[in-house]
């Protein structure tokens, strides 16, 4: 069974982001480095492989050459194959990128699509449903837990108030994993180097196939985020000094009810769990 | 004529008072717009609607009543099947993990992208819609604009109550048409094996439904295990005021009050917690507030519904053990 991974580039922890006239983000003294949450789903892929789970882990980037630094950090990793797809597709533009992407499932003949939920350039997590509507497939994101099974995968999601929902999905299917889900292996530099010496295959996706059909976002430019105003809760200037000091003391919010509750122990937590029943409906 | 759907979720109370804001921005973009809007409301077994309360809200809604749960694969296709041959132009939630992923799956049906977590909107020179979202890590707010309809639209709005503007309603007595979801064909492909309860120390108190919230008096970083036997018994979520963030005996992005978050619970159970102004200038919004304090005079029993003037270490554990009980007997009923 193969299993096909992305990689896409991010931003390094340390890197100035600056917005320049046109309102597009100038990071031109960053090098790319790769998302974290894509190399956590390379290294799940890896571990598969290591358990004898899959065959072929192959790795892909979209983009020009300034990537493949990312693709070789894949191969050092353990990937099997990697490609590159050139296409003319801007940072963050998650229906290129499926578009792209898709193709390269379809190539391969994987069964299994592996990919973070969200990276610094799309931060929306559309990507994963683009691919799967491109496949067909069914789509599974924000996971955090993994089990590979015969036919299928069980994966774990993280939900509202911290639930986790434990859902089957049917191979093949496209997966979009969080940060948590393995943490990406360390990389010596002789490995890198000699990852460094293998070419990168590169596949070139033609603009109009790139763009066919697409209806998607267009980002009409960025400004930088101003802090929001403090909640500053001010009395009246025309009230009494008494009535002003009462107001800031209490943060102008007006006194309830304040049923107080009297008693053992047990008798106020029986009454308690009464009152607490009728407020949450239970 | 164009036409712009909230699709919210049916409170437990069987009413959409909790997305009250996401229904005043959609009205808001419908008038400026000139484009007609409605509201679909999802309707589950474990949360049916109230019809009374929901013509109460004088917002003209269509009820989605999913039958077997509202995955967001089954709903996205039902909301597709519902839309038929509607000129739909946007469709609005309240951002959530649901929400979000329902909102992915429904633009990849429509054949078009999401903007997940949008911040507001605002008209552009040629009068379409700009959505505004942070990007980078908060760094900077992107300006979003669909090429072509329909645009699919989260916003990351809060779930503070106020009233919900009538627009283009019928008034008071508004009307209620239900729709029933016509198939779960896709469960073959991906099965929902069941839900399980978080910790209460990693579910977000951002969008919390219940948040037991400890302070100074809570002595130290052992009597917040004690405050997590509560918030487990009624799951819920963990929170502190500055003092027990700045004593490291919980984490900061923990934290209540005019420095850390603002929160709206159904139930805040402050523990502990003397109630400076601060603090209760990040909870007021709570719907019901329980204090448990020794001291009398602690202005939090000012803000509390109810109040217990006794030692958290002896009425906690007590509490515990009734709500477990309660449980036990609901479940032998």
Request: glycine residues 10%; negative net charge; aromatic residues 4%.
């Amino acid at each position: 069974m193969k299993v096909c991974t992305l990689v896409r580039p991010g931003l390094p922890e340390d890197a100035t982001v600056r917005i320049i006239d046109s309102g597009r983000l100038d990071f031109s003294g960053a090098s790319p480095v790769a998302t974290r949450s894509d190399l956590s789903a390379l290294e799940l892929a890896l571990t598969w492989r290591e358990r004898e789970e899959v065959y072929t882990v192959v790795s892909c980037a979209i983009g020009d050459e300034t990537i493949d630094d990312l693709l070789h950090l894949a191969l050092s990793m353990g990937a099997d194959e990697v490609v590159r797809v050139s296409a003319p597709c801007s940072y963050g533009n998650p229906e290129l990128t499926a578009a792209a992407f898709a193709r390269v499932v379809q190539d391969s003949g994987a069964q299994v699509v592996l990919c973070g939920h969200e990276c610094d350039f799309d931060s929306t997590g559309m990507l994963a449903y683009s691919i799967a509507a491109r496949l067909q497939w069914p789509v599974v994101t924000g996971i955090v837990e993994v089990e590979h099974r015969p036919g299928e995968l069980r994966v774990l999601r993280r939900l509202e108030q911290g639930a986790l929902e434990t859902v089957a999905v049917r191979l093949p299917a496209v997966v979009a994993v969080c940060e948590s889900v393995a943490a990406a292996r360390y990389v010596g530099r002789a490995a890198l180097a000699r990852a460094r010496r293998q070419p990168v295959p590169v596949w070139t996706m033609a603009a109009s196939e790139a763009a066919g059909g697409i209806r998607g976002v267009e980002s009409m430019g960025m400004t930088y985020a101003r802090p929001l105003p403090a909640d500053i809760d001010a009395p009246d200037e025309g009230l009494p000094a008494l009535e002003r000091l009462e107001h800031v003391i209490s943060a102008g919010v007006g006194a309830r009810e304040g049923r107080l509750l009297e008693g053992e122990p047990e008798e106020i937590s029986a009454r308690l769990v009464g009152v607490i029943g009728e407020w949450l409906g239970w | 004529m164009n036409c712009v759907w909230t699709v919210v979720e049916c409170s437990s109370r069987g009413d959409i008072e909790d997305d009250s804001a996401t229904l005043n921005l959609a009205q808001d973009i419908a008038s400026s717009l000139g484009w007609s809007s409605k509201v679909v409301v999802v309707s589950t077994p474990t949360r049916p609607v109230d019809e009374e309360l929901l013509r109460g809200s004088g917002v003209d809604c269509t009820v989605l009543e999913m039958r077997s749960g509202a995955s967001g694969d089954r709903l996205a296709g039902s909301i597709f099947r519902l839309a038929g041959k509607a000129n739909l132009e946007l469709v609005v939630f309240r951002s959530s993990v649901w929400a979000d992923d329902v909102a992915c799956r429904l633009a990849a049906l429509l054949k078009t992208s999401a903007l997940t977590r949008c911040s507001s909107w605002r008209l552009s020179n040629e009068g379409k819609a700009v959505f505004l979202r942070f990007v980078l890590g908060g760094a900077a707010v992107q300006e979003c604009e669909f090429r072509l309809g329909p645009c699919i639209v989260t916003f990351a709005l809060d779930r503070a109550r106020k009233p919900i503007e009538r627009g283009r309603s019928r008034g008071i007595s508004a009307a209620v048409e239900c729709w029933n979801e016509p198939s779960a064909a896709d469960d073959t492909l991906l099965r929902s094996c069941g839900i399980a309860t978080g910790d209460p120390l990693e579910a977000a108190i951002d969008d919390a439904d219940i948040i037991v919230a400890g302070g100074r008096g809570i002595g130290g970083e052992e009597g917040f295990g004690v405050l997590r036997e509560l918030a487990l018994a009624l799951g819920g979520t963990m929170a502190g005021s500055r003092i027990a963030v700045d004593k490291k005996w919980i984490g900061r992005e923990r934290q209540v009050g005019q420095t850390g978050k603002t929160v709206h619970p159904r139930l805040y159970v402050a523990c502990g917690i003397s109630g400076s102004s601060h603090h209760i200038l990040g909870m007021k919004d709570s719907d019901a507030v329980v204090s448990i304090n020794t001291d009398q005079a602690a202005p939090i029993h000012r803000v509390a519904d109810v109040r217990v003037v006794q030692d958290y270490r002896v009425i906690v554990p007590a509490l515990v053990h009734a709500l477990h009980e309660h449980r036990a007997r609901n479940r032998q009923q």
